[in-house]
């Protein structure tokens, strides 16, 4: 007799914007997360999943899974000073979809990976994310294997990643990661103690998430997923 493995908790891609996407959604910053076929909404207000959610991402996000079929989501990056595009990667593949959050629809073109992260690991599947420095300069962190790259951020794609990377990930992000995580996501809380900082990545790895505090440089702590957030939902 054999039993099932439970599926992993972790999302394959996490994307968090200013304000809601959808006209349904309450107002303020939003986190969402997307597994297999479906997403969810997180209120970063409320701290809490917004009612309603799971839902299917093909009546919401069309196009987007349609972009690579059978292929899974691996990550999706926005860099604020773009403008409205999100950047969503997929499985296996060197080219990404460029999603217009202001038509709510995918771009037509796919974009090359070297357009958007000149210099990134050439062969095989990495983990990026964007986050503001202490100094709130912007940059996308890549994570492959042991290994991570950085780029610093501006009005437009970087030309390339900064001087002397890849460097061991162990090195750069010390006590706390030493493999790639599945997936990551920076946000700052809006209505936390403003005695401490509200900056912070999540990363996500199997049933286990990681909160790293920007500023410091330094991990908080490491949970179960289900239990540092409220109403974590069970995709489909």
Same mark, same amino acid.
């Given at each position: 007799?054999?039993?099932?493995?439970?599926?992993?908790?972790?999302?394959?891609?996490?994307?968090? #914007?200013?304000?809601?996407?959808? !006209? !349904?959604?309450?107002?303020?910053?939003? #986190?969402?997360?997307?597994?297999?076929?479906?997403?969810?909404?997180?209120?970063?207000?409320?701290?809490?999943?917004?009612?309603?959610?799971?839902?299917?991402?093909?009546?919401?996000?069309?196009?987007? #899974?349609?972009?690579?079929?059978?292929?899974?989501?691996?990550?999706?990056?926005?860099?604020?000073?773009?403008?409205?595009?999100?950047?969503?990667?997929?499985?296996?593949?060197?080219?990404?979809?460029?999603?217009?959050?202001?038509?709510?629809?995918?771009?037509?073109?796919?974009?090359?990976?070297?357009?958007?992260?000149?210099?990134?690991?050439?062969?095989?599947?990495?983990?990026? $994310?964007?986050?503001?420095?202490?100094?709130?300069?912007? $940059?996308?962190?890549?994570?492959?294997?042991?290994?991570?790259?950085?780029?610093?951020?501006?009005?437009? !794609?970087?030309?390339?990643?900064?001087?002397?990377?890849?460097?061991?990930?162990?090195? /750069?992000?010390?006590?706390?990661?030493?493999?790639?995580?599945?997936?990551?996501?920076?946000?700052?809380?809006?209505?936390?103690?403003?005695?401490?900082?509200?900056?912070?990545?999540?990363?996500?790895?199997?049933?286990?998430?990681?909160?790293?505090?920007?500023?410091?440089?330094?991990?908080?702590?490491?949970? /179960?997923?289900?239990?540092?957030?409220?109403?974590?939902?069970?995709?489909?």
């Amino acid at each position: 007799m054999t039993l099932d493995a439970r599926p992993i908790l972790s999302p394959d891609a996490a994307l968090f #914007l200013p304000g809601p996407h959808f !006209a !349904a959604d309450p107002p303020g910053p939003k #986190l969402y997360f997307f597994k297999n076929r479906q997403f969810a909404c997180y209120d970063v207000i409320e701290e809490k999943l917004v009612p309603g959610y799971p839902q299917d991402i093909e009546q919401h996000w069309p196009g987007l #899974l349609q972009a690579y079929p059978g292929k899974a989501l691996r990550g999706a990056v926005h860099v604020p000073g773009w403008g409205s595009t999100v950047y969503f990667f997929f499985e296996g593949e060197r080219d990404l979809l460029a999603w217009d959050l202001a038509r709510h629809a995918p771009q037509e073109r796919r974009v090359p990976l070297a357009e958007v992260l000149p210099g990134a690991f050439a062969t095989g599947e990495f983990m990026a $994310v964007y986050a503001e420095q202490a100094d709130r300069q912007g $940059v996308i962190h890549a994570f492959q294997g042991k290994e991570c790259l950085r780029w610093r951020t501006g009005t437009c !794609a970087p030309a390339e990643p900064e001087p002397g990377y890849p460097h061991k990930t162990a090195d /750069d992000w010390k006590e706390g990661l030493v493999l790639a995580p599945r997936t990551g996501v920076y946000l700052e809380w809006p209505n936390r103690s403003s005695a401490h900082s509200n900056r912070k990545i999540y990363f996500f790895m199997g049933d286990l998430y990681l909160r790293w505090d920007v500023p410091s440089n330094t991990r908080n702590y490491r949970l /179960d997923i289900v239990a540092g957030w409220k109403d974590w939902p069970t995709y489909a």
